[in-house]
């Protein structure tokens, strides 16, 4: 019986500062071994000048910078979002909806047969993991492992974090990152699972 093919999900999200009123969340998927993947990553954090602070503490060229290194030609990886707004919305329902379409459209897109996706979600709670992985798979997915992870520890998280930082300023209308969110939708790397048009009333950013 051939192996089943092991995938990666790195999860992050921007809005929990607006109490539940916006939300974007960005999940990174890939196949790429998490310590070829890692390698990658804490090379354009250095590189870069980013290090390992969130995108809101970095200044525009080194956000630039640290986007262009790692999401260079030829690493395989693929960045999916989803944009949610209404009033209270849940933290763990957005989360799961995100990640779900996110797997499932990545292995469409891949001609992925068979696979056990390792998900690792910011900050989500032990208590909360294992009701998540259930509703993952409710959702299709076929799971590993469900846990959470702090963006101060891992690479993949850190990298979730700054293109949801980079997508909440194009939403808020930065002409900027409106650009840069195009130039990566153009090479495909990255795409949103439900479009909607862009908002110009985003609540500044108060945390990615």
């Not at 809101?56 to 960045?79: F, M, V, W």
């Not at 696979?115 to 910011?122: G, L, Q, R």
């Not at 909360?128 to 509703?135: F, I, N, P, T």
């Not at 840069?180 to 862009?198: C, F, H, M, N, Q």
């Amino acid at each position: 019986m051939p192996k089943s093919q092991k995938l990666y999900c790195y999860v992050d999200e921007t809005g929990q500062d607006t109490d539940g009123r916006f939300y974007i969340v960005v999940a990174v998927a890939t196949t790429i071994p998490r310590e070829e993947l890692y390698a990658v990553l804490e090379a354009a954090e250095v590189e870069s000048g980013k290090g390992k602070r969130k995108w809101h503490s970095n200044s525009t060229e080194k956000r630039d910078a640290y986007i262009a290194k790692a999401l260079h030609a030829g690493l395989k990886l693929r960045l999916y979002y989803e944009v949610f707004e209404g009033p209270e919305l849940s933290y763990e329902m957005t989360t799961v909806y995100a990640t779900a379409s996110a797997i499932n459209s990545f292995v469409r897109r891949e001609e992925i047969g068979d696979y056990k996706a390792t998900v690792i979600i910011d900050g989500l709670p032990r208590s909360m993991q294992g009701r998540v992985g259930k509703l993952l798979r409710n959702a299709g997915v076929k799971t590993k492992s469900v846990r959470g992870a702090r963006d101060e520890t891992n690479p993949g998280i850190r990298l979730a974090d700054a293109v949801a930082g980079l997508l909440r300023q194009a939403y808020q209308g930065d002409a900027h990152f409106k650009a840069k969110k195009e130039e990566l939708e153009k090479s495909d790397i990255l795409r949103a699972t439900s479009v909607g048009p862009l908002k110009t009333n985003v609540p500044p950013c108060g945390g990615s």
